[in-house]
């Protein structure tokens, strides 16, 4: 009863923070609506002929309640502020490893080198299928999930499958740390590269001590890579701009529908270095904080943007405290580089279903950096200095993010008792074909929207007592062949992905940065750029 009366508060609240904010609802009308639904669930309750369970009906309309907002504006269980703090702080209690949930069993995607995981022996691929004796089969993702957790230097008991074979582990719990920049190093003589992946409390820290270190190893020109970063803290983006421009600069402008939700953003402190040579390097997957860090010091001229235009989220959240611990976090404001771009790509105001418009499409607004360059908002950041890459097909997309990925790497690793020196390895050519002939033999692997949709047809065509096995069969082999097929477009950007899968494998995720400043592409381009003093300053100028 707690429960649904939590939930009950929680949709009158939304409610009300749409009153308090919304100039154009009517007050009356909302009110009203909230009655009629109140009434309503009151009825359902007490006389429906079957029992309706409250709590899942509550779910279900604050879920379609929010449904047609945008994505990041969320309502936060209990459980889910917890595990947001966690993000946002930058530690939680486990055992040290990403894990996915599949068919009731979770399989291990990536061990987290020097913690528990690691130091206990568990390796990626591994099928989690019991938790202190409790088998995992029969329960929920998120029962399954919470099993895990515990307090630091609590034991855990985990029965799993490794290559066929049951096997037993007892692991400790412990505080594992996020680290906000996982990797930096000296590329050469003069360079320095950071990997930067989170916008948490821990990041401009981070970024201050990881320049510091690589400045006493003699660095004289630097390269921060916010590649997959999906942003996080708007107050660490200042800072970390504010090591590379002067004090009482601005940084970033919101603006909400409130006043006392807008803000000027500007640097307080004095900069650790404003001459260092500087490249921010972006991809289709920066956003928020990275897009407010890569768009300021472009603005200001201060850093060569290098990669590919990146996601195109100019929105700001703020989380609004709700009854019993729970949380709504919603959309308040967007938000302005300093020359004045709004760089948010998506309407999320006029959607229609599925479609959602991009602001682009209606044309983009030319704006001036602080040395006149022209640069543009609607659609994210876009590079100064962009690196050719071809269009990624839907079917590598799917690919990328696949299970097929990972269970390939996992035959591998067991296949291949060392790959060498980290620095060196290369897959052999042939390596492509191999994998497209093991997807073939892995259909399920990945799959398209297409594949699934056709399951399903094929499903209902059963219930209808229509047969067309045959006449499926057939098409799903041409969907699969073209599936397949496809992947050649981009055999390059594959292989360079799958090799990082393999390296971590062994290597974990330092190794994968050590292969990165080797071979990979962007990296590599924004050296010779840093040491192309010329070229940098036309760019800039």
């Excluded at 009366?5 to 609802?25: D, E, G, P, Q, W």
């Excluded at 100064?384 to 097909?393: A, H, N, R, S, Y």
């Excluded at 790497?409 to 191999?434: C, D, M, P, Q, R």
């Amino acid at each position: 009863m707690k429960n649904l009366k939590n939930k009950l508060t929680v949709l009158f609240l939304i409610a009300a923070i749409s009153i308090s904010v919304s100039y154009k609802s009517d007050f009356f009308e909302i009110a009203k609506q909230i009655e009629i639904y109140t009434t309503l669930f009151k009825e359902l309750n007490l006389y429906y002929v079957d029992e309706i369970n409250p709590a899942e009906v509550m779910d279900k309309a604050i879920e379609n309640t929010l449904a047609n907002l945008d994505p990041y504006t969320k309502f936060y269980d209990e459980q889910g502020v917890i595990n947001a703090r966690i993000s946002a702080e930058g530690a939680y209690g486990g055992i040290g490893a990403s894990i996915v949930y599949r068919n009731g069993n979770l399989i291990i995607r990536e061990i987290f080198e020097d913690n528990p995981a690691h130091k206990s022996g568990l390796k990626v691929g591994d099928e989690i299928i019991e938790i202190n004796n409790t088998i995992l089969k029969d329960q929920t993702e998120e029962i399954v999930r919470s099993l895990l957790k515990g307090l630091p230097n609590s034991m855990v008991n985990l029965k799993l499958k490794r290559q066929n074979q049951e096997m037993s582990f007892e692991v400790a719990r412990e505080t594992v740390e996020i680290d906000a920049v996982p990797f930096y190093q000296m590329i050469d003589d003069e360079v320095g590269y950071i990997a930067f992946v989170k916008f948490n409390r821990k990041a401009s820290d981070q970024v201050k001590n990881a320049i510091e270190d690589l400045k006493s190893q003699g660095m004289q020109k630097l390269i921060i890579d916010v590649r997959h970063n999906p942003g996080g803290l708007l107050n660490e983006a200042v800072e970390i701009v504010n090591f590379f421009i002067p004090n009482n600069k601005v940084v970033v402008t919101t603006r909400a529908k409130l006043d006392k939700w807008s803000n000027t953003y500007k640097t307080r402190k004095e900069p650790l270095d404003i001459d260092i040579p500087l490249t921010i390097l972006i991809d289709e997957r920066s956003a928020s904080a990275s897009e407010i860090l890569a768009g300021a010091l472009q603005d200001y001229d201060r850093a060569v943007i290098v990669g590919n235009r990146s996601f195109g989220k100019g929105l700001v959240q703020r989380s609004r405290k709700l009854s019993y611990g729970t949380q709504l976090k919603l959309t308040i404001s967007k938000y302005y580089t300093p020359s004045g771009r709004c760089i948010q790509e998506l309407d999320y105001t006029n959607r229609k279903g599925d479609s959602i418009p991009k602001f682009s499409d209606g044309g983009v607004n030319e704006f001036k950096t602080e040395n006149g360059r022209i640069v543009f908002d609607g659609g994210g950041i876009a590079p100064d200095f962009k690196i050719d890459i071809p269009e990624k097909t839907e079917a590598t997309k799917r690919l990328l993010v696949s299970d097929g990925m990972y269970n390939y790497a996992t035959e591998y690793y067991y296949n291949h008792t060392t790959i060498g020196e980290v620095s060196k390895f290369e897959l052999e050519k042939k390596e492509f074909e191999l994998f497209r002939e093991y997807l073939k033999e892995h259909p399920k692997s990945f799959q398209l929207n297409s594949e699934k949709y056709f399951d399903e047809a094929l499903d209902k065509a059963e219930k209808d007592d229509l047969s067309i096995d045959a006449v499926y069969q057939e098409l799903q082999e041409n969907i699969q062949n073209e599936k397949i097929a496809a992947l050649s477009s981009n055999k390059e950007e594959i292989i360079a992905a799958l090799t990082l899968k393999i390296v971590n494998q062994y290597y974990y995720r330092n190794g994968e940065y050590q292969h990165k400043m080797n071979f990979d592409k962007t990296i590599k381009e924004a050296v010779v750029l840093l040491q192309n003093q010329e070229k940098y300053n036309d760019i800039l100028n």
